[in-house]
């Protein structure tokens, strides 16, 4: 099972950039997905959530500019990043809660992230 996140870049402040996580390989089912971010020398954080029924959980320094969604066929999550800030600059990672084909269990995969460079 591999995730691949996709969508990092510069931008000014006040712009909006979309990150796509796929997961692929011999997968099961796919629980909740969701993405992570991590500035240099801070802690990996939360960032939003979305469960296979589509409920959503986010971070309060995001809420109102980002917007997490789904696509459940494709195995793959987005970020809408909107009104974006200086702070919000970091490396964007995926993760999913999957049960793989080949395993009973439900795990955690991490896509490898993408950089998020948000200019003043």
């Known amino acids: 099972v591999q995730l691949q996140a996709s969508g990092g870049g510069l931008v000014q402040a006040g712009g909006s950039l979309r990150l796509s996580c796929a997961a692929s390989?011999?997968?099961?089912?796919?629980?909740?997905m969701g993405w992570a971010r991590q500035a240099p020398g801070r802690q990996r954080d939360l960032v939003a959530i979305?469960?296979?029924?589509?409920?959503?959980n986010y971070a309060d320094s995001v809420k109102g500019r980002f917007r997490i969604s789904r696509d459940n066929a494709k195995n793959t999550v987005y970020l809408q990043m909107n009104s974006l800030k200086p702070e919000d600059t970091a490396v964007y990672l995926c993760?999913?809660?999957?049960?793989?084909?080949?395993?009973?269990?439900?795990?955690?995969?991490w896509g490898e992230g993408t950089l998020v460079t948000v200019s003043s």
């Open positions: 390989g011999s997968i099961f089912s796919v629980n909740h």
């Open positions: 993760y999913a809660d999957l049960i793989a084909a080949t395993s009973p269990v439900n795990v955690d995969y």
């Open positions: 979305i469960g296979n029924d589509g409920s959503t």
